[in-house]
Nanobody
Framework: QVQLVESGGGLVQPGGSLRLSCAAS????????MGWYRQAPGKERELVAD??????NYAESAKGRFTISSDGAKNTVYLQMNSLKPEDTAVYYC????????WGQGTQVTVSS
């Protein structure tokens, strides 16, 4: 099994930045890939970005503004979010793609003036 702990969410004004962190209890080199997802009130959970051995992948809404990266020494995956918009407001979750499948508890991101 693997446990995930997200951090870094908060309240930010439109145009601001946040960096989310997802710390894994196992070496991320043993995990097939990891992704950041988000769920806004009344909406389904959606992919924001993910990272695998094949590279990175972004939702259209995240391209050019968000960057996913990883630090193997810290077993941590990051999501740098710039130029934030009110529509980015959501709970952001970290997810592993196997061989252990897990979700973090989520971290709230609120973009508001």
């Amino acid at each position: 099994q693997v446990q995930l702990v997200e951090s870094g969410g908060g309240l930010v004004q439109p145009g601001g930045s946040l960096r989310l962190s997802c710390a894994a209890s196992r070496s991320i080199f043993m995990i097939n890939g990891m992704g950041w997802y988000r769920q806004a009130p009344g909406k389904e959970r959606e992919l924001v970005a993910d990272i695998t051995s094949g590279g990175t992948n972004y939702a259209e809404s995240a391209k050019g503004r968000f960057t996913i990266s990883s630090d193997g020494a810290k077993n941590t995956v990051y999501l740098q979010m710039n130029s934030l918009k009110p529509e980015d407001t959501a709970v952001y979750y970290c997810h592993t793609y196997g061989p252990w499948f897990a979700w973090g508890q989520g971290t709230q991101v609120t973009v508001s003036s």
